[in-house]
């Protein structure tokens, strides 16, 4: 079914207030998760403990009614404990797959970043081509399919840093941080009896969910923004205080991503506003920063937004007009 960006800002907003029972004061955030969903990505949450990660992936996978899978990555796990393995019958004297947790559709990465890099690389096919081959033998994994990674940013001992490529996998990385005091004040109301999770339930269908992810495609980009979004990336590969810049696969990720946050504000063509408020999360966890700037405490994030401020954006009329 063909969607227009009213309906699609309708749906979303469902989502986005039915996750808001459960996850109190983190409308960004929520924002960011739906425009991963829409975008067909994935989203990496970056946060310290107890702030709702995997909340926020259960009450998700709930609100669209979908499979929840999640993996608690330890250093031993293995990569068939992630995709499945083939197991031998003695019966009909035949290996048969066995799926693993990884065959569902909205699937937890918990602490991605405390399983061995062999372990890590099991989700890059998936991550990238929704499949999985197991035996030389591909099994596709179901739609909508997206992977929510976490990982702490403060305690690094007993870790494996995800490499760049897993990393170039992330659409977006999400931080949610702590809640004001009012926030955390309602967090305990809402919790006195029961947890608000126990109580939501799906607030739209798969066949939706997979006709809003396309229907995004239809949204226009002028040719102005599409410059807007390759000088960004160019800028992270020509800046002296980066080491490694953005690959094209940022590009591809403001473009989509554009088109899905046009969508979230009901519009069907993309200003170069829509593209600045997703850099950061877009591109800051795809560049490194070089040796230099990190003597200086500048964080690949500090890097993103002063090229945000360096590079000048196209006049927001050029999108209309050209359409």
Same mark, same amino acid.
């Given at each position: 079914?063909?969607?227009?960006?009213?309906?699609?800002?309708?749906?979303?907003?469902?989502?986005?207030?039915?996750?808001?029972?459960?996850?109190?004061?983190?409308?960004?955030?929520?924002?960011?998760?739906?425009?991963?969903?829409?975008?067909?990505?994935?989203?990496?949450?970056?946060?310290?403990?107890?702030?709702?990660?995997?909340?926020?992936?259960?009450?998700?996978?709930?609100?669209?009614?979908?499979?929840?899978?999640?993996?608690?990555?330890?250093?031993?796990?293995?990569?068939?404990?992630?995709?499945?393995?083939?197991?031998?019958?003695?019966?009909?004297?035949?290996?048969?797959?066995?799926?693993?947790?990884?065959?569902?559709?909205?699937?937890?990465?918990?602490?991605?970043?405390?399983?061995?890099?062999?372990?890590?690389?099991?989700?890059?096919?998936?991550?990238?081509? #929704?499949?999985?081959?197991?035996?030389?033998?591909? #099994?596709?994994?179901?739609?909508?399919?997206?992977?929510?990674?976490?990982?702490?940013?403060?305690?690094?001992?007993?870790?494996?840093?995800?490499?760049?490529?897993?990393?170039?996998?992330?659409?977006?990385?999400?931080?949610?941080?702590?809640?004001?005091?009012?926030?955390?004040?309602?967090?305990?109301?809402?919790?006195?009896?029961?947890?608000?999770?126990?109580?939501?339930?799906?607030?739209?269908?798969?066949?939706?969910?997979?006709?809003?992810?396309?229907?995004?495609?239809?949204?226009?980009?002028?040719?102005?923004?599409?410059?807007?979004?390759?000088?960004?990336?160019?800028?992270?590969?020509?800046?002296?205080?980066?080491?490694?810049?953005?690959?094209?696969?940022?590009?591809?990720?403001?473009?989509?991503?554009?088109?899905?946050?046009?969508?979230?504000?009901?519009?069907?063509?993309?200003?170069?506003?829509?593209?600045?408020?997703?850099?950061?999360?877009?591109?800051?966890?795809?560049?490194?920063?070089?040796?230099?700037?990190?003597?200086?405490?500048?964080?690949?994030?500090?890097?993103?937004?002063?090229?945000?401020?360096?590079?000048?954006?196209?006049?927001?009329?050029?999108?209309?007009?050209?359409?």
């Amino acid at each position: 079914m063909d969607l227009t960006a009213a309906e699609i800002q309708a749906c979303s907003e469902k989502i986005i207030s039915n996750l808001e029972q459960v996850i109190v004061g983190k409308r960004r955030g929520l924002e960011l998760m739906v425009i991963g969903l829409l975008c067909q990505g994935h989203i990496l949450i970056e946060d310290v403990p107890g702030v709702g990660k995997t909340m926020l992936a259960r009450s998700l996978a709930q609100s669209l009614g979908c499979v929840f899978n999640r993996i608690q990555f330890t250093p031993d796990l293995l990569p068939s404990d992630v995709t499945g393995t083939s197991i031998f019958n003695q019966q009909t004297r035949q290996f048969e797959f066995r799926p693993g947790p990884l065959m569902g559709q909205i699937i937890l990465a918990d602490e991605i970043n405390r399983a061995t890099p062999k372990t890590q690389s099991a989700l890059l096919e998936a991550m990238e081509e #929704h499949q999985i081959t197991i035996d030389g033998e591909m #099994h596709p994994l179901p739609a909508p399919f997206m992977v929510i990674g976490t990982q702490n940013p403060i305690e690094y001992e007993g870790t494996f840093p995800l490499p760049e490529a897993q990393l170039d996998r992330f659409l977006l990385r999400v931080s949610l941080g702590y809640l004001s005091k009012q926030e955390e004040i309602r967090v305990m109301q809402n919790q006195r009896v029961r947890h608000p999770i126990e109580a939501i339930a799906a607030v739209t269908s798969q066949d939706e969910v997979l006709a809003m992810q396309a229907a995004i495609k239809q949204v226009y980009v002028a040719p102005a923004v599409e410059q807007y979004i390759v000088d960004l990336t160019f800028a992270t590969r020509e800046n002296e205080s980066i080491f490694l810049g953005s690959s094209p696969r940022g590009s591809l990720g403001l473009y989509r991503a554009g088109q899905a946050q046009a969508a979230l504000m009901g519009r069907d063509y993309v200003l170069p506003d829509d593209v600045k408020k997703l850099a950061e999360p877009i591109l800051a966890h795809r560049i490194i920063a070089s040796p230099a700037a990190r003597l200086k405490q500048f964080t690949a994030r500090r890097v993103v937004q002063d090229i945000l401020e360096r590079v000048p954006l196209p006049d927001s009329e050029l999108s209309r007009k050209a359409k």
